[in-house]
């Protein structure tokens, strides 16, 4: 089945504690993205991969770092996570960057920054 | 730079009544735009899509018309089920090549709907 899977679905943690949300794709996709959902702003982006080992900010990426080693694997790391990166985050992937792509995106992973 | 503004929510219906839910966009040049749904506790999904002006996206009934001189792309549905209740999100995404918008969705704030039996 073709898909987006994310890990974990939810993550408790404190602050300053570094951790790692994972995010792959099985439809060898080139390009990928992650966006974070808040109430009331929709969804924006993180950041972006156009392929392996070329990764561009979106724009919050304050506070997050990415990499694209695996044309598969995009996972997204806060290393010193702050109480208002509190948020619904979501990885999407297309099968490249053009404007008419249908983005394909993972189930979601809430996390809570205490 | 690029933005897109739905009607504001919630919207609550009664089974079988008309949906329509506003949306306007901003961009530069002719983006393609679209309507993701979020399902309960679920990512979101593709709805429908249109990738130039007077192209009427549908799926499952609803439908969406881009329309470049109001620069809206509405979303509307004739008789809305219990099963369609959810978050809607109008989004776009630009044609050209270059710089650090290409590729990315730039998205409405979502209305929820709700339909009751």
Not at chain 1, 7 to 27: A, D, E, F, H
Not at chain 1, 36 to 41: H, K
Not at chain 2, 97 to 104: E, F, L, P, Q
Request: with cysteine.
């Amino acid at each position: 089945e073709a898909q987006v899977t994310q890990n974990p679905r939810y993550l408790i943690t404190v602050t300053g504690k570094k951790l790692t949300v994972t995010c792959s794709q099985n439809m060898n996709h080139e390009y990928m993205s992650w966006y974070r959902q808040d109430p009331g702003l929709g969804l924006r982006q993180i950041y972006y991969s156009m392929n392996v080992e070329a990764t561009d900010k979106g724009d919050v990426p304050e506070g997050y770092k990415v990499s694209r080693k695996e044309k598969r694997n995009f996972p997204l790391i806060l290393e010193s996570p702050s109480p208002n990166q509190t948020s619904l985050y979501f990885c999407a992937s297309s099968p490249s960057a053009g404007g008419r792509e249908t983005q394909y995106f993972g189930p979601g992973t809430r996390l809570l920054v205490l | 730079g690029d933005s897109v503004t739905q009607m504001e929510g919630p919207v609550t219906l009664s089974e079988e009544a008309f949906l329509t839910i506003n949306c306007t966009y901003t961009a530069t040049g002719y983006p393609s735009l679209f309507w993701y749904v979020q399902y309960p506790g679920e990512g979101l999904q593709l709805l429908l899509k249109a990738t130039k002006a007077d192209d009427k996206g549908s799926n499952k009934g609803f439908e969406a018309t881009y329309r470049k001189e109001t620069t809206s792309f509405h979303l509307e549905k004739g008789s809305v089920q219990v099963s369609d209740s959810a978050v809607y999100f109008c989004a776009l995404s630009p044609l050209w090549a270059g710089g650090t918008s290409y590729g990315k969705l730039t998205f409405g704030q979502g209305t929820i709907l709700t339909v009751h039996p």
